[in-house]
């Protein structure tokens, strides 16, 4: 493989709302976003493209698909962590109602098992088969990713061999782009959450998840 390009999906309303992961649609900004993010891509030589089957990686896949000539490969291994019983709620509510296991989220991220969900282990663990799985695919090609913000601080953490303690460490912006290069056998991190193609889109782009 020679690079991985990270995609973060666009912007969707529940973003804009404050809600622990988006959901459902892009919005308009988000389509344009992932627009414009796809014509950065053109030059890219990228010969395929991954996503999480969630509808707006879905979208924002198939938007850079289109203007790139490629076909969309769905795997669940890249879905978002699993945030159980937090999925969907407003962020301002959980640091009202849940404190004590926000504020443990904030400090020490790996020891997070969320309830009826996921901990970033169970996330690096199939984040790390699906690195294993395309390397040997495509071995020598440009692959696109398109995914949520943790798999990617994921896989850059992989890469790298950094801890999951550090996850809240990192973030990665909607239609933010991000490039591991894979040179004599490791990764090297050559971008990391570059949104320059964004710049004049007037709404707020720096919209993370928890």
């Known amino acids: 493989m020679k690079e991985l390009l990270l995609i973060r999906h666009g912007q969707t309303d529940w973003n804009t709302q404050g809600r622990v992961q988006g959901g459902g649609d892009l919005n308009n900004t988000g389509i344009t976003q992932s627009n414009l993010l796809a ?29 790139l000539s490629l076909e969309v490969n769905t795997t ?17 509510d959980l640091i009202k109602d849940d404190p004590d ?6 400090k020490d991220p790996s020891s997070v098992t969320f309830p009826e969900g ?18 040997e695919k495509h071995s020598s090609e440009t692959v696109v990713v398109v995914t949520h913000e943790s798999p990617i601080i994921s896989m850059v953490a992989i890469a790298l061999d950094i801890p999951d303690s550090s996850h ?10 991000t490039v591991l290069e894979f040179k004599n056998t490791h990764y090297i991190l050559s971008t990391f959450n570059d949104t320059s193609h964004l710049d004049g889109i007037d709404e707020s782009i720096n919209i993370h998840e928890i």
Do not use: C
């Not at 669940?76 to 301002?92: E, H, Q, T």
């Not at 690096?124 to 395309?134: G, K, N, P, Q, V």
């Open 39 to 67: 014509t950065v891509l053109q030059d890219s030589q990228a010969s395929t493209i991954y996503t999480s089957p969630s509808k707006r990686t879905h979208q924002t896949a198939m938007i850079i698909a289109t203007a």
């Open 76 to 92: 669940p291994l890249l879905k978002d962590i699993d945030y159980g019983v937090w999925s969907g709620a407003l962020l301002a």
């Open 101 to 106: 296991l926000f504020e443990q989220w904030e």
């Open 118 to 135: 996921e901990s970033l282990l169970d996330l690096r663990t199939r984040i790390s088969l699906f690195m294993d799985e395309i390397s």
């Open 168 to 177: 809240r460490k990192f973030h990665a912006d909607n239609a933010s782009l």
